[in-house]
């Protein structure tokens, strides 16, 4: 069974109530959480006056692949009131395929490992919790040295703080 990894973020309405929700909604769909990181409060990255980020890392595990599931968790952000109107804007919930196993996917709807996981601590804090030892299939580079790399390079310009284990 290949370890697949999400990252879950909210910044509008009640953000721990909808990552509380979408956790129940995505195993709704044919998925089953195996572990929940901590939750942090983030700030948002290439947007301004938003509201801050609630941000979480599920490992799931699934018989669904990869495609299959992005339509799906689609579906779920569209059932929240997900707007996509933008890249960088707010939204109730966001959700992300961080790793699929050691699946590398270049699509046009599709990239796996995340594209910029590396360079979002919001990603990352969470997930070394969960996976330190995860080596990025593309990188060769474990979780907790590409979070150290982050950290170097974007500590300045992003905030992670720890909230709780659940809210």
Do not use: W
């Not at 109730?92 to 910029?116: C, M, Q, S």
């Not at 919790?129 to 979780?143: C, G, I, Q, S, Y």
């Not at 907790?144 to 709780?164: A, K």
């Amino acid at each position: 069974m290949n370890r697949i990894f999400l990252s879950l973020g909210s910044n509008q309405g009640d953000r721990a109530a909808y990552l509380r929700q979408v956790r129940s909604a995505i195993e709704d769909h044919n998925c089953s959480v195996l572990a929940a990181s901590s939750i942090y409060e983030t700030s948002p990255v290439k947007m301004d006056n938003c509201t801050p980020f609630f941000n979480q890392i599920l490992e799931i595990t699934t018989e669904l692949k990869p495609q299959e599931l992005i339509k799906r968790f689609l579906e779920i952000e569209k059932d929240f009131g997900r707007l996509r109107n933008g890249e960088c804007s707010s939204r109730t919930i966001d959700i992300d395929i961080i790793f699929y196993g050691a699946e590398v996917i270049k699509d046009e709807n599709l990239k796996i490992p995340h594209p910029r996981m590396c360079e979002r601590l919001f990603v990352l804090e969470p997930l070394s919790e969960l996976a330190p030892d995860f080596m990025h299939p593309v990188r060769n580079k474990t979780v907790r040295d590409l979070l150290l790399e982050c950290r170097e390079h974007f500590s300045d310009t992003q905030t992670v703080r720890y909230l709780s284990t659940e809210l």
